[in-house]
């Protein structure tokens, strides 16, 4: 299996992070994934310490928030839980629009206080 996606994002995550520190040392970073955003909670886990590795974000904690998938049915004006980014509701429909669970953001940082 191939996480060469998911490094990429992790990358990202810690360029954002590192960016919003502004140099401070980061205790923890919590991030959103959608679980219709076709990318792998486990992987960015696995990818997050080698890259955080000699930056700020070494030794800080990754906690990751999993939002659902939900979508609005055009027909029937319901919404409904999905868990993959299409499907069809209990009214027959498949004319659905996806409301949550497509979102990656890197939503919280926790720094380390410097005494000054």
């Known amino acids: 299996m191939s996480f060469m996606h998911e490094l990429g994002i992790t990358r990202n995550i810690i360029a954002i992070a ?17 679980k219709l955003a076709a990318i792998l909670p486990d992987a960015i886990r696995f990818c997050f310490e080698a890259c955080a590795k000699d930056t700020p974000l070494e030794h800080s904690i990754l ?13 029937c004006k319901t919404r409904i839980s999905l868990s993959q980014p299409f499907g069809i509701c209990n009214c027959g429909s498949s004319q659905l629009e996806i409301i949550q669970g497509q979102e990656l953001q890197v939503k919280e940082l926790e720094l380390e206080e410097q005494c000054v």
């Open 63 to 75: 906690e990751i928030r999993e939002i659902p998938g939900l979508a609005y049915c055009n027909q």
């Open 18 to 34: 590192i960016e919003h520190s502004q140099g401070a040392k980061v205790k923890k970073v919590v991030v959103e994934i959608g």
